[in-house]
């Protein structure tokens, strides 16, 4: 059951030589046009099928004329979309390979950034690329943020049922949207990028309802890798340097009995070590919430606050801990009762100000 109680990269400009393909009124300009900039865990082996699994894909790039289409694989899934910093909206390639993301626009240069906002483990996304009036081009992305955060965590940071009208309603791939939750929401608060690492139901050692004794797969399986369930490619931890990490995990450990305290709390210390051995610059918080109360809350606090004591103790005074106010449905409730929008919207305003002070900015 799917279910949690719970890019550089920075930036990435293919080195690959711009390539165009006409056709009888379009231009198609594939994934290695040097004007595509892209943000998140993405797989370049096939440049011209461009591979991810995790929410929060960033795709940038400017582009000259009055429309732009984007190309991706068939049941590719959602993307939100914003052209020159309008309203965004969110666009399926559920039915279709070919997406109209702007048209009648006056004809000059303008700006596209587009989001994947679900999970795609199931459905493998892939960029192909984008077609715009022929005779035209991309042009470069104008405004990329230059401060980095990578949030790693589960269905909350993935924006499970956010769009659910109420907790009674289960899974639906379509009210899914990374793009409204907190993790989101403070990136854009803070005019940060952000790189997202983050499954529903995964713990940092037990997944939701897993045996005692843990999980074979869990985020600390999966974190050296560019896509969820594949070990096939290895993640270039160079390619994104965050200032800060953001881990928030441990409800799908705890949310069922049976969690072993000594087996979680080791689960985040080796998760610590993951990142601290690939970021030794980055502050790292570990944020706690908002979906857990009672012992279930009590058993992660703990775990994250040892945790966080192990580090210092270590000598790395740069890890912090933060929480989140649990939600008590005064905002509603999305799928399955997941943080609503509302209560996500109280989640951005809570870690702004924190992440705010924390990096001076």
């Given at each position: 059951?799917?279910?949690?109680?719970?890019?550089?990269?920075?930036?990435?400009?293919?080195q690959?030589?711009?390539?165009q393909?006409?056709?009888?009124?379009?231009?198609?300009?594939?994934?290695?046009?040097?004007?595509?900039?892209?943000?998140?865990?993405?797989?370049?082996?096939?440049?011209?099928?461009?591979a991810?699994t995790?929410?929060?894909?960033?795709?940038?790039?400017?582009?000259?004329?009055?429309?732009?289409?984007?190309?991706?694989?068939?049941?590719?899934?959602?993307?939100?979309?914003e052209?020159d910093?309008?309203?965004?909206?969110?666009?399926?390639?559920?039915?279709?390979?070919?997406?109209?993301l702007?048209?009648?626009?006056?004809?000059?240069?303008?700006?596209?950034?587009?989001?994947?906002?679900?999970?795609?483990?199931?459905?493998?996304?892939?960029?192909h690329?984008?077609?715009?009036?022929?005779g035209?081009t991309?042009?470069?992305?104008t405004?990329?943020?230059?401060?980095?955060?990578?949030?790693i965590?589960?269905?909350?940071?993935?924006?499970y049922?956010?769009?659910?009208?109420?907790?009674?309603?289960?899974?639906?791939?379509?009210?899914?949207?990374?793009?409204?939750?907190y993790?989101?929401?403070?990136?854009?608060?803070?005019?940060a990028?952000a790189?997202?690492?983050?499954?529903?139901?995964?713990?940092?050692?037990?997944?939701?309802?897993?045996?005692?004794?843990?999980?074979?797969?869990?985020?600390?399986?999966?974190?050296?890798?560019?896509?969820?369930?594949?070990?096939?490619?290895?993640?270039?931890?160079?390619?994104?340097?965050?200032?800060?990490?953001?881990?928030?995990?441990?409800t799908?450990?705890?949310?069922?009995q049976g969690?072993?305290?000594?087996?979680?709390?080791?689960?985040?210390?080796?998760?610590?070590?993951?990142?601290?051995?690939?970021?030794?610059?980055a502050?790292?918080?570990f944020?706690?919430?908002?979906?857990?109360?009672?012992?279930?809350?009590?058993?992660?606090?703990?775990?994250?606050?040892?945790?966080?004591d192990?580090?210092?103790q270590?000598?790395?005074?740069?890890?912090y801990?933060?929480?989140?106010?649990?939600?008590?449905?005064?905002?509603?409730?999305?799928?399955?009762?997941h943080?609503?929008?509302?209560?996500?919207?109280?989640?951005?305003?809570?870690?702004?100000?924190y992440?705010?002070?924390?990096?001076?900015?």
């Open positions: 059951m799917r279910f949690c109680i719970g890019l550089l990269m920075g930036l990435f400009v293919s690959c030589a711009h390539t393909q006409k056709s009888t009124d379009r231009e198609l300009f594939h994934p290695t046009d040097s004007n595509i900039q892209y943000i998140g865990r993405i797989d370049y082996s096939d440049p011209m099928h461009l991810f995790y929410p929060g894909v960033q795709i940038r790039t400017g582009f000259t004329g009055t429309s732009l289409d984007m190309m991706c694989k068939l049941h590719s899934g959602y993307f939100m979309a052209i910093g309008g309203e965004p909206f969110k666009v399926s390639f559920l039915g279709n390979t070919i997406v109209k702007a048209h009648d626009l006056q004809d000059g240069t303008h700006q596209a950034v587009v989001t994947y906002v679900g999970e795609g483990y199931e459905n493998l996304p892939e960029f690329g984008f077609f715009v009036d022929k035209k991309l042009a470069p992305a405004n990329v943020p230059q401060r980095k955060i990578e949030f965590g589960n269905s909350i940071t993935c924006g049922g956010i769009e659910a009208k109420s907790e009674a309603e289960h899974y639906e791939e379509k009210t899914a949207n990374y793009y409204y939750t993790a989101a929401r403070t990136a854009r608060n803070l005019n990028q790189l997202v690492v983050a499954r529903s139901g995964i713990g940092v050692y037990r997944s939701y309802n897993g045996p005692q004794t843990g999980d074979k797969v869990n985020m600390n399986t999966e974190y050296p890798y560019t896509l969820l369930y594949n070990n096939q490619h290895l993640w270039d931890f160079s390619r994104y340097i965050p200032d800060v990490v953001c881990i928030n995990l441990g799908n450990d705890t949310s069922t969690a072993d305290p000594t087996l979680l709390l080791n689960g985040f210390k080796q998760l610590y070590h993951q990142v601290r051995g690939h970021y030794p610059q502050k790292i918080v944020l706690c919430g908002c979906m857990m109360s009672g012992d279930q809350l009590r058993s992660a606090q703990q775990a994250l606050d040892a945790t966080t192990y580090a210092h270590q000598g790395d005074a740069e890890v801990r933060f929480d989140f106010t649990p939600h008590d449905g005064s905002l509603g409730y999305g799928a399955d009762w943080p609503s929008m509302r209560q996500h919207e109280k989640m951005a305003g809570e870690l702004t100000p992440l705010k002070k924390l990096m001076k900015w």
